[in-house]
């Protein structure tokens, strides 16, 4: 049996591209006629990628993108729920994509499911890809019938969360390129300007006031040392991300992030409100508590929010209820630790869930406006203030010796 690769033309003109092994280029011919196909091209042998190839030339590249994925639910729920088949919604996915590295992965896919394998095992190959999220969502849908349902849930879920992730980034853009430029002018400052007034006043022998020393020292030593300070920041960089990937690192720089003055809040709500979107659309969508909380937990993304559920998960086979393991925790407030008791009393925890979800989504969202309103002059101010004690370093000396000629 040889590998080939082709590439078909259906009768509605939708273009068709897979890879298929056949005794020979006549024999697959005649087995994609049978289907219906106009044969455009087929290439064989070490032309043809075989899909340990394709998966390799993924893991190769970057990854694919948050909105591919998010078009891609949306997308095939759309189509799902117009009762068109699953594999012809992903060949009508596998043409749209503008993403030639998830064309490769939709291809795989819809290859794997005409073997007879499900949507869920298709996606559990693309573990980077696919999360644990994904694929028992993915799993309680094609077991309830509600795959299009499930996939729409899964899909507006995605979609807050990159909404989210981009307004804060958009918030952040100025201040970052603000502060990174007049770090630059103040480098600049220090070992261009600084020596030439350094210079001058050596050449008077006067006594220096203490800022200016100090200013001075600075410079000399950033002068001196421009190869060793660089060094020092990527050592301290990379020290830094290798004790971050360290078990004990990420628990201690997750337990530390939300101690951050200004925004530890912010990362303590971005958990909470994955932690309850997670949680409720789970649940919604059929899912044992004690199944849905452990896949919360390891795809919680914070190590620290990660112990607490797991301790949750604990409690809870043990026969308490989630909001009492909650209550003990400290990352969980009162407001959900009381609507989380509610829910289980009334039989409509994914409700709640979903009014919690709510209110840290509304929380953040005004925290990004109010951030991108404040956080910009805050910088300017701060960066400024920096500039005007480096300019009064300078200008102090000159002042004295102003002085002193008059009184000379």
Sequence with gaps: M??????????????ETGIMEASSEDS?????????LIILSITKGDRALSRQEKN?????????????????????ATTLKASIPLLKCLDIQ?????????????????DNIRQGHTLKDSL??????????????????????QLPATLEMLGQYLTDQADL???????????????????????????????????????FKMTLPLIT?????????????????????????????????????????????????????FILNSAL?????????????????LQAIDIVARTSGNKVMEEALTNAYIDVRDGKSLSSSLEKNALFPPLTVSMCNVGEETGELDKMLEHINKYYKDELTTFVERLSATLEPVVIVFMGGIVFVLVLAMYLPIFELALLGKGG
């Excluded at 390799?56 to 095939?76: C, E, G, N, V």
Aim: proline share 3%; aromatic share 12%.
């Design 94 to 110: 596998i043409t749209q994509t503008t993403s030639s590295k998830f064309k490769i992965v939709l291809e795989n896919i819809r």
């Design 213 to 265: 020393r100090i200013v001075v020292a600075v410079s000399d030593f950033l002068k001196s040392h421009v190869l060793s300070t660089i060094a020092l920041v990527f050592v301290v960089g990379f020290s830094m991300y290798y004790y971050y990937k360290t078990e004990k690192g990420r628990k201690v720089c997750d337990g530390l992030s939300f101690k951050i003055p200004i925004f530890g809040s």
């Design 28 to 36: 697959l011919v005649s087995t994609l006629q049978q289907k219906g």
């Design 2 to 15: 040889a590998t080939f690769r082709y590439k078909a033309a259906k009768a509605n003109g939708l273009l």
């Design 165 to 203: 992730k981009r307004k804060a980034i958009t918030a952040l853009i100025y201040p970052s390129l603000l502060i990174s430029v007049s770090i630059l002018a103040i480098y600049i400052f220090m070992v261009k300007v600084i020596p030439i007034f350094t210079g001058v006043f050596r050449d």
């Design 273 to 289: 409100e994955k932690f309850s979107g997670c949680l409720g659309i789970l649940i919604h969508s059929g899912i044992p508590i």
């Design 56 to 76: 390799r030339s993924i893991k190769m590249h970057s990854r694919i993108s948050a909105k591919d994925l998010i078009l891609f639910t949306t997308q095939l």
């Design 124 to 145: 559990a190959k693309y573990p980077k890809l696919f999360n644990s999220l994904w694929l028992n969502l993915v799993e309680a849908g094609e077991a309830s019938g």
